[in-house]
């Protein structure tokens, strides 16, 4: 699940061949080798200074914590690629750190795939749908084709049918023909002011589109369901944990940042947020023009980072995955590194919807 997808240019990793990677990783989880030691007080000096992040594709506001300066404080230098399969960049080596989609993260860690899931990225997800003018209600969907998801088998379509039956839209009590224009919603917005499909999901750079074509806006709803999560290779993790414990430790503060006063509201620092992203090369004059809560995507993060195994255990029910145990020594990382800054691992509070 993404939020915004704000176009910016940032290397480029991964790539198709990547995939095979996942494909041929079938062996069997390892058992986990118990809670590791990060001593007290200050962590060590940083074994590996120089970090690669992966991203599944370039968005200004999502990632925007990477370049807000708090890891120079940490000795870290952060380098963000993009990459078309996180997962496989990270176990491969090609990435030290990834930011991916909770959902993948678990089959990948069933399928024995060599990654920790080291900390939460966005504790929320807004679940936004736009309907044909004349659809009023489920029943006016019966005989049409709709979207719930790019491509077969994206485990967000499941997400996205028990919202719609949550507030009232049970695609169940209807027939309809669900399809699959791509996996960008860029796609799915140009089917629909093509009048080819009668509902689907959109993000915020969608929007303008939509309403123009005089979309009936009929769902907008917020969910404490973990979106995305960070992840590292478990043997990098294994080498360098004080270099994580650092690197956690300054995404906290970014995060801090981004979100201050408190996610849901309009963030104190968006001005010198901005500014920042611009001397990065980021285009972000749409954004200085807003006035929105949005604006930097905070009402979606928690502040500490928030994952635990209920936030799992979400996902797999949410998402209609296998049952896979949640092994929360993977968090020891996250844990060290919010306690060195007085936080709790404390869930995300229910915020209205923006």
């Avoid at 509902?199 to 303008?208: I, K, M, N, S, V």
């Amino acid at each position: 699940m993404r939020t915004t997808r704000t176009r910016l240019g940032l290397a480029v990793a991964g790539g198709a061949a990547a995939l095979t990677l996942l494909a041929g990783c079938t062996s069997p989880t390892p058992a986990p080798e118990g809670p590791v030691d990060l001593g007290d007080g200050e962590p060590g000096a940083a074994e590996d200074t120089s970090i690669t992040v992966a991203i599944p594709f370039p968005d200004v506001t999502m990632y925007s914590m990477f370049v807000l300066g708090y890891y120079e404080e940490e000795g870290l230098t952060v380098e963000v690629i993009t990459a078309d399969n996180v997962t496989a960049a990270v176990a491969s080596g090609s990435a030290d750190i990834g930011v991916e989609s909770t959902g993948t993260v678990i089959d990948a860690i069933r399928g024995g795939v060599e990654i920790d899931l080291v900390s939460g990225h966005y504790c929320r997800q807004n679940f936004d749908f736009a309907a044909q003018s004349d659809v009023e209600s489920v029943e006016d969907l019966d005989g049409t084709s709709i979207v719930l998801a790019g491509t077969p088998g994206d485990p967000a379509e499941f997400q996205r049918a028990q919202v719609l039956a949550e507030e009232g839209w049970d695609l169940e009590s209807i027939n309809a023909e669900v399809v699959y224009p791509g996996p960008g919603s860029e796609s799915w917005t140009e089917f629909f002011v093509n009048d080819r499909i009668s509902l689907q999901p959109f993000y915020a750079d969608d929007r303008a589109a939509l309403e123009e074509h005089g979309a009936n806006i009929v769902v907008e709803s917020l969910r404490n369901w973990a979106n995305d999560v960070q992840i590292a290779g478990t043997a990098w993790v294994k080498e360098n944990p004080n270099s994580l414990v650092r690197f956690l430790r300054a995404t906290l503060k970014a995060t801090d940042f981004m979100t201050a006063p408190a996610p849901g509201e309009f963030p104190e620092n968006a001005e010198e947020a901005l500014d920042i992203y611009e001397a990065n090369d980021f285009d972000v004059q749409e954004l200085r023009d807003s006035d929105s809560v949005w604006i930097l995507d905070g009402h979606l993060a928690c502040p500490n980072l928030y994952f635990d195994a209920d936030a799992w255990d979400t996902t797999i029910e949410t998402q209609k995955l296998e049952p896979l145990e949640f092994d929360d020594a993977q968090l020891a990382h996250l844990f060290k590194a919010q306690e060195l800054l007085g936080l709790d691992n404390e869930g995300p509070a229910t915020l209205p919807y923006p």
